[in-house]
């Protein structure tokens, strides 16, 4: 059964699930933050995340304005998190 509309329960079900996995990893990230050991696998995450979103959006012709502002945030955000991912990178001795 296709989800119908912006209105549809199926698509608002969709929509808050996404909403949690997001919160989610950004909840990971904001531990990372304090606890050594996560970094990695925080910032693995974030990356796949707002990776893929930024894949998928860039493949979708037609999206609203609202959709490209939050593509255009996590193209900033991705950049912060390399900038992260290197301040954090194990340095040689």
């Not at 990776?51 to 609202?66: C, Y």
């Amino acid at each position: 059964m296709p989800i119908t509309g912006p209105g549809s329960a199926d698509l608002t079900v969709l929509l808050r699930h996404r909403a949690v996995l997001l919160g989610l990893v950004g909840a990971c990230l904001l531990c990372a933050a304090f606890i050594p050991s996560l970094r990695t696998t925080a910032i693995t995450a974030g990356a796949v995340s707002m990776g893929s979103f930024l894949l998928l959006s860039l493949s979708t012709p037609g999206l609203n304005e609202a959709t490209t502002r939050v593509a255009r945030i996590d193209m900033a955000a991705i950049a912060l998190l390399a900038v992260a991912a290197i301040l954090t990178w194990p340095k040689s001795t």
